[in-house]
């Protein structure tokens, strides 16, 4: 019986003494963990503090990407609507909304000139004249490797559109995301721009940030922006909280991102001056929200 007694209490102090290490886990990262990083402190923006914080209305709990439209608006989509809705960002409110198609597994958004386009998870591209709009609406198919796209954009400094894959290609390395590019004119005929090797991803956060090395990360981009000063690719992970840098030279830095204030982020947007947006889901009951951060 006390030999019982003693393998209970023995039991019972080891599991409280693991339960009383700090959760320092990937996907559980926290503000205070992060604010005491000295590589964090070094980041573009300062993405424990955003500037401004809009909370969306229960249309746009599942905000799955954004696109600056104007000084004061923002052209945003959601998961299951085949709809832009604008919303002012001065009046904090849904301001508009432009049906484009029936429901479906819409994931991101970009403008060009008066058009806007519009990124089905299949890799099918609606576009269509978003200041005169007449319900006539385009579409073309791209045909990219990959089973589900998540992040487009558009490069005004070689032409080009980016095409973001959530996951490996089709019967290829699980150790690589795949970035395909293709101009406007020949959207059906991508090409592979670069590709992200999670090792190297992973080798970095170890680097930066040694107290979160435990878990690996996986890296899932779910949208894709091009920084207008800097030229550099700004590529964000949704499941895992991170956000990925590329220049020229291939991977230039990676942050992790707050749980509580991204609950789950998949959309980017950049301002001419270089500020950034940031939108998130809206967690079960929880509301999407749109984080505004100015460059540093």
């Known amino acids: 019986m006390k030999t019982n007694i003693f393998l209970l209490l023995a039991g019972f102090l080891y599991f409280t003494s693991c339960d009383a290490q700090p959760n320092m886990k990937l996907y559980n990262n926290t503000e205070s963990a992060l604010s005491q990083s000295a590589y964090y402190d070094k980041a573009p923006y300062d993405f424990l503090n955003p500037q401004k914080a809009y909370t969306l209305p229960g249309i746009l709990r599942e905000i799955s990407g954004i696109a600056i439209a104007g000084e004061n608006t923002l052209f945003c989509i959601q998961d299951e609507a085949g709809t832009v809705f604008k919303y002012d960002t001065q009046n904090e409110k849904i301001s508009g909304k432009l049906d484009f198609t029936?429901?479906?597994?819409?994931e991101d958004i970009f403008i060009k000139n008066d058009f806007v386009y519009v990124l089905r998870s299949d890799g099918m591209v609606f576009y269509f004249n978003h200041k005169n709009f007449d319900n006539q609406v385009k579409q073309v198919e791209v045909?990219?490797?990959?089973?589900?796209?998540?992040?487009?954009c558009f490069n005004k400094f070689d032409n080009l559109v980016y095409f973001a894959c959530k996951d490996e290609l089709i019967d290829d390395n699980k150790q690589k995301r795949v970035i395909y590019q293709a101009s406007l004119e020949k959207l059906n005929q991508p090409q592979i721009a670069f590709t992200i090797d999670l090792e190297e991803i992973n080798k970095m956060v170890s680097e930066k940030y040694p107290a979160l090395e435990d878990d690996k990360?996986?890296?899932?981009?779910?949208?894709?922006?091009?920084h207008p000063k800097t030229r550099e690719r700004y590529v964000l992970s949704s499941n895992d909280r991170f956000l990925a840098i590329f220049d020229d030279n291939g991977l230039s830095n990676i942050y992790?991102?707050?749980?509580?204030?991204?609950?789950?982020?998949?959309?980017l947007a950049f301002t001419a001056d270089g500020d950034l947006y940031i939108s998130s889901e809206g967690k079960k009951k929880g509301n999407g929200r749109i984080l505004f951060f100015s460059r540093r």
């Open 256 to 267: 992790p991102l707050s749980k509580s204030l991204f609950p789950q982020p998949e959309g």
């Open 143 to 152: 045909p990219l490797n990959c089973q589900d796209i998540e992040g487009v």
């Open 102 to 106: 029936g429901s479906g597994d819409f």
């Open 217 to 226: 990360v996986k890296f899932n981009p779910s949208a894709i922006a091009i």
